[in-house]
Every structure is written in structure tokens, then in C-alpha cells.
């Protein structure tokens, strides 16, 4: 076997060795030859294999940076908590992925992107950006809206841990939302929906009508949230948010969960379809009157006032209300309700 006398080792570089030996129970001159032989194949790796190590460290960091917002100081993923996150039965070809040293297979880095929650073609092939983000469209009916704002992986609302709403500042007030899994990952939603603070100049007459719906979705969500038990624990939260973060949020380059986790709550969901919560708060400029006009548009409906009807019926009952939520048409008809 070859030998290799290195002269003249810089003494910040002779510590630093040490240190790295001792924490991994090593002599200084295991260490070494390991750091030798870790930088001499690093500089013949693919460039494939390049690309894909510096994505899986940097998708660890992402998974890592809502605790380190969270804790206000560094926090890391160990190899180790990712090999147990994915089910590898060992810890050393997993730490040789975020070193450069092993190729991990399709199967593996796919692992890897559902355990930190990022886009798995990003993470194998690099296009895109690390969170996809969705266009979702809220079905008009307040039964099939709730529902479907509820819908959590596979379409099990129970894997749902956090529900939550943002509007843009700004007079247009463009809406999104985010649904927070009980696995810890999340996803951000786009919507054609605005929640303006001057109706008249946002909205024409189809948005206007949308917008009522889905302030009766709200209310029937508010109902499902506050009065049955299909989703234990859930939290459901509002939230006003800067054109900056609303950009940052679209644009899915970072944990969404990082940035919004010292997001202040705004209750403006469950106030903005109730006629007595309205005043209680401004909650933007232009959010009285444009709750006042929607809620007469409302009391004007003769289907909407048939709708709200049939939400404090089910509220009421919580045995007709569990009837409704365990069946499979959640299209709330006045008619179609018991």
C-alpha cells in the first residue's frame, strides 16, 4: 500500500482534523485518509452525481429550516435521521449521498423528496423549483367546498394538520391557501379568487358571485371545524400576508412552512361571512363595506339563505351532521339534506 507524508499541516487544519477523528471515533490518520479519499473521488464524480448531492443537501436544509426558524438557531438533518426517515437499513451509503461518495438510486432519491417534502422531479432531475405549487379551483357548492378545502393526502382528511388562508395586502387581496400534513410536509394553493377591499372595482359580476360562494363555504367549513370531530386536533387560520412573502410563497423555492412560522393569525375567515363579527375588526381597507354589500347580496339570495338554513341545521345535529360528513355527496342542496 502506498504511503504519504504531509509536511508543514497547518495547525487550524491539524486541529480541526483531530476534532472530526474524535467525533467519529477514528485515529487522525484514519481521518485523513477518509477526507483524502472522500476530495480525490469527489473530483471525478459525475456531473450528474454533483448536481444530485447538492440537491439532496440542499433539500435537507429546506426540511430543516422551519425547526431553525422555529428555534432561532442552527439545526441540521443527520444522516442518520434521514436513513431511519426512509427506511434504509443503513446509515453509511445514506451519509455518502450527501457527501458525493455513493450514487443513490431513482427509488431512493424519490424517498428522499417525500421524507423532506420537495418536488420529486426536482430533486431528481433539477427542473422546477424545490415546492410545486398548485392551481386549485374551490367548487362553488359550500358542501363540496369545505370538503374539498379539507382534503388531505389521497383525499384522507385525517392526514390534514393545518388549514391556512392568505390574502394578499393591497386593494385586490388575491387569496391562497396551504394545507399543512400530520407527515410534516406541506403545499401552497393558488386560487382565481380575490377578496377585494373595493367590490365593485375587483369584482364583476362572476366574481362577485363567486366570492359569495365562498363565503358559504367558509361558513360551512367554520361548522365542520367547530362542531364535529371528522378532523381532531385540525387548526385552521387566516392571514394577511406582504406582496413579498406572497411572491416568495408562489414562487416555491423555499419551505413554505419557514416562512410563514411566525406569520401573525388574523381571524378574518370566520368573521367575514358572519354579520355579527363584521365590525369587530378592520381588517383591511375596505373590509366593513365590502363584508356589509356581500352579506345584503346574501339575505338576498333566496338559495344562499336556504344554505345557511341547512348549515345550523346540521351544526344542531351532530348525529344528521356526522350522517352528512361520512357520506359521499357532500353537494348541500337544501333539498338533498336530512
Known amino acids: 500500500m502506498a504511503m504519504l507524508m504531509i509536511r508543514s499541516l497547518d495547525d487550524e487544519i491539524d486541529t480541526k482534523l483531530k476534532t472530526m477523528a474524535s467525533e467519529a471515533e477514528r485515529s487522525k490518520e484514519a481521518e485523513a485518509r477518509l477526507a483524502l479519499r472522500h ?42 435521521r434521514l436513513a431511519q ?67 388531505g393526502q389521497g383525499g384522507d382528511i385525517t392526514t390534514l394538520k393545518a388549514l391556512r388562508f392568505f390574502r394578499r395586502e393591497g386593494q385586490r387581496g388575491d387569496l391562497m391557501f396551504l394545507r399543512h400534513y400530520r407527515d410534516g410536509t406541506a403545499k401552497v394553493f393558488t386560487t382565481p379568487y380575490v377578496v377585494p377591499g373595493d367590490l365593485a372595482a375587483e369584482t364583476g359580476g362572476g366574481g362577485r358571485s363567486s366570492l359569495k360562494s365562498l363565503l358559504l363555504t367558509w361558513e360551512m367549513l367554520y361548522a365542520i371545524y367547530t362542531e364535529s370531530h371528522s378532523v381532531p386536533n385540525l387548526t385552521i387560520t387566516s392571514h394577511v ?85 361520512a357520506g359521499k355527496d357532500h353537494n348541500l342542496q337544501p333539498e338533498t339534506v336530512s
Open 241 to 325: 400576508i406582504s406582496e413579498d412573502l406572497d411572491r416568495q410563497l408562489r414562487q416555491g423555492n423555499d419551505n413554505p412552512l419557514a416562512l410563514i412560522e411566525r406569520l401573525r393569525s388574523l381571524p378574518w375567515w370566520e368573521d367575514i361571512w358572519d354579520s355579527e363579527q363584521i365590525s369587530r375588526a378592520n381588517y383591511w381597507p375596505g373590509w366593513r363595506e365590502t363584508c356589509a354589500e356581500l352579506q345584503v347580496d346574501l339575505e338576498r339570495d333566496r338559495w344562499a339563505a336556504s344554505v345557511r338554513d341547512q348549515i345550523k341545521s346540521l351544526a344542531d345535529d351532530p348525529r344528521a351532521f356526522g350522517q352528512w360528513l
Open 85 to 151: 426517515g426512509i427506511g434504509e437499513a443503513y446509515i453509511g451509503p445514506v451519509q455518502g449521498w450527501i457527501e458525493g461518495t455513493h450514487e443513490p438510486s431513482i427509488s431512493q432519491i424519490q424517498a428522499v423528496a417525500r421524507w423532506c417534502g420537495v418536488d420529486e422531479g426536482w430533486l431528481v432531475s433539477g427542473d422546477g423549483a424545490p415546492y410545486h405549487v398548485e392551481y386549485e379551483r374551490i367548487p362553488e357548492n359550500p358542501g363540496e367546498g369545505a370538503m374539498a378545502l379539507l382534503a
Open 39 to 80: 476530495w480525490v473521488e469527489g473530483r471525478s464524480m459525475s456531473k450528474w452525481q454533483q448536481e444530485i448531492t447538492g440537491r439532496i443537501r440542499h433539500a435537507l436544509d429546506l426540511a430543516a429550516s422551519p425547526k431553525r426558524v422555529q428555534l432561532g438557531t442552527d439545526y441540521s438533518i443527520s444522516p442518520a
